[in-house]
T-cell receptor, first 116, second 112 residues
Framework: NAGVTQTPKFRILKIGQSMTLQCAQDMNHNYMYWYRQDPGMGLKLIYYSVGAGITDKGEVPNGYNVSRSTTEDFPLRLELAAPSQTSVYFC???????????????FGDGTRLSIL | GENVEQHPSTLSVQEGDSAVIKCTYSDSASNYFPWYKQELGKGPQLIIDIRSNVGEKKDQRIAVTLNKTAKHFSLHITETQPEDSAVYFCAANSNTGNQFYFGTGTSLTVIP
């Protein structure tokens, strides 16, 4: 009963380094999302995907890239890490069907990223 | 885009009392409003949601009310218990339905 799995749980990066945050879901959900959560703030949408091969920008996409080659996986890439990207990153998924309206999102437990 | 505001940012109640958290939204096209509970070190978990075609929804001790005219919705927790202590987030969908906008969260503490 895995749900949404995020790896790694914690990571420290140096400025300018790159890394990929992994997200996988085993619920056959078509929609997947990446959010960042800063202290005292709500979640801000970085990118989302409505299906394999389709991605789109959210509120705060600058400095990030995503890909969706399979239904299960939705990795988030930081190419040149900056201190402003220090945050907790959450991946989520949901199963959406046109005409049924939005469905609840299932979240992973997050990746805590520090950039020094 | 949508703007969601949430109040209060912190809330302390005695065990057994009720807790109410309020959110407002700006986009009249929003039609889905979920509430999430986030425990320390965990991802948010859906506790209740409401669609714009109803004004109230209840699930045991938890209820949500929606006023579309005033563009606000509220979470009500009755008979609070210590395990209700967590951070609660409201959210609203975008007019396309593909994006969600979250409130800034309410840290609820239930005092035994």
């Amino acid at each position: 009963n895995a749900g949404v799995t995020q790896t790694p749980k914690f990571r420290i990066l140096k400025i300018g380094q790159s890394m990929t945050l992994q997200c996988a879901q085993d619920m056959n959900h078509n929609y997947m999302y990446w959010y960042r959560q800063d202290p005292g703030m709500g979640l801000k949408l970085i990118y989302y995907s409505v299906g394999a091969g389709i991605t789109d920008k959210g509120e705060v996409p600058n400095g990030y890239n995503v890909s969706r080659s399979t239904t299960e996986d939705f990795p988030l890439r930081l190419e040149l890490a900056a201190p402003s990207q220090t945050s907790v990153y959450f991946c989520a998924s949901s199963y959406e069907l046109i005409g049924l309206g939005n469905q609840p999102q299932h979240f992973g437990d997050g990746t805590r990223l520090s950039i020094l | 885009g949508e703007n969601v505001e949430q109040h209060p940012s912190t809330l302390s109640v005695q065990e057994g009392d009720s807790a109410v958290i309020k959110c407002t939204y700006s986009d009249s096209a929003s039609n889905y409003f979920p509430w999430y509970k986030q425990e320390l070190g965990k991802g948010p978990q859906l506790i209740i949601d409401i669609r714009s075609n109803v004004g109230e929804k209840k699930d045991q001790r938890i209820a949500v009310t929606l006023n579309k005219t005033a563009k606000h919705f509220s979470l009500h927790i009755t008979e609070t218990q210590p395990e209700d202590s967590a951070v609660y987030f409201c959210a609203a969908n975008s007019n396309t339905g593909n994006q969600f906008y979250f409130g800034t969260g309410t840290s609820l503490t239930v005092i035994p």
